[in-house]
């Protein structure tokens, strides 16, 4: 396998972004490429993205690839032990141990392309997302377009019965009509904290 990084052995990619950036289409084209260069590629995500499919990463343009839902990171070196390029998509779900375990597996030679959202609705930082950010050889932060203005957009907002989510909002309102937009940094809001009724 051609080496990146030649002395380096494996490496990390991050693809991040707010949602509707095409960061699943950009992470299947990744592996796609490596596939037909007749690499042994392979995607993990974690077992609670019940979106669309669960044996497969479907990006919202419609991409399709094969996945295996795993619950824990300690599942992940076991299912990817004969495979050149491992992707992890929705990686800003795992816990913190995935950071050990995917620093494993670039230890021993594998070239592992991660996507996720960097921000939560909040505007904060997701899960993992910092320190794999840190880590990474390689970043690429996509942006999607503004619902509102059209404009760049870099955040995820939260919409719940049509309204901002405030930020303090549970994280899952039952019975409640819950959408999710794309926006810039200025049309992201957030309801004050105990007023709407995210
Ligand atoms: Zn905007």
Request: glycine share 10%.
């Amino acid at each position: 396998m051609i080496r990146l990084f030649p002395n380096a052995g494996g490496w990390l990619e991050v693809v991040c972004g707010p949602m509707f950036s095409g960061k699943s289409e950009e992470l299947i084209r990744r592996l796609r490429r490596a596939e037909i260069a007749g690499q042994r590629v392979l995607i993990v995500k974690p077992q609670i993205d019940s979106r669309y499919d669960i044996g497969h990463v479907v990006s919202h343009a419609g991409a399709k690839m094969r996945a295996v839902a795993v619950e824990n990171p300690a599942d992940i070196p076991g299912l990817v032990d004969d495979y050149d390029v491992v992707g992890v998509d929705e990686v800003q779900f795992f816990p913190p141990e995935i950071l050990l375990i995917l620093d494993g597996l670039v230890e021993k030679g594998m070239r592992i392309v991660v996507s996720g959202l960097d921000q939560d609705f909040r505007g904060l930082p997701f899960g993992p997302m910092p320190e794999l950010l840190c880590r990474a050889e390689l970043v690429d932060k996509l942006q999607a377009v503004c619902h509102r203005c059209g404009g760049p957009a870099t955040m995820t907002q939260r919409l719940v019965d049509g309204s901002p989510a405030a930020a303090d909002g549970a994280t899952i309102v039952v019975g409640a009509l819950e959408q999710y937009e794309a926006r810039c940094r200025s049309c992201h809001e957030l309801a004050a904290p105990g007023f709407a009724t995210g």
